[in-house]
């Protein structure tokens, strides 16, 4: 999918500040010239091509206190898009990729205890018949912020 200027600087603006409005895009599509239904309409389409994976907040799940894990599973080829749709079913999962390694599918759990994390793997293992899940709990946060600056093209920059 090709981004055009207004695209990256919606990028630019919802991924750290997106709009705690009643009317997000209405402040989204004033920030970039747009109205509300141009924002969201763009916005929808970067995310049904791809270039927005999710929108939604970021919490502290320490702070509220919440547990965290990381996990991994060998899961055979043939069954690697069966565990993967078991392991997307829950709202808890975070992060959910697949490795080229022994341990071939990865995956983030945070959830308010960590009985119920063991509750959810225990369910996928049952669904999928996949045995044997790591549960690397998170013991340190080295959580670091990443934006990324999305530059407006020149030749459409010289054009505006």
Not at 6 to 24: C, E, H, M
Not at 58 to 83: I, N, Y
Not at 96 to 121: K, M
């Amino acid at each position: 999918m090709e981004l055009d200027n207004t695209d990256k600087s919606i990028l630019n603006i919802i991924q750290t500040g997106f709009p705690v409005d009643a009317r997000p895009y209405a402040v989204i599509g004033e920030q970039v010239g747009l109205t509300e239904e141009e924002a969201h309409a763009r916005v929808m389409n970067m995310k049904s091509g791809g270039v927005i994976r999710r929108i939604g907040a970021s919490f502290d799940s320490g702070g509220l206190q919440f547990s965290s894990t990381l996990c991994s599973a060998k899961v055979p080829p043939e069954k690697v898009d069966e565990m993967v749709a078991a392991i997307n079913r829950y709202p808890e999962v975070t992060h959910n990729y697949e490795r080229n390694h022994a341990y071939n599918v990865w995956f983030t759990v945070i959830a308010e205890s960590r009985e119920r994390i063991q509750q959810i793997l225990d369910e996928i293992s049952a669904k999928t018949g996949v045995g044997g899940i790591r549960n690397m709990p998170a013991t340190i946060k080295f959580k670091i912020k990443v934006d990324f600056k999305f530059k407006k093209d020149k030749q459409e920059e010289e054009e505006e």
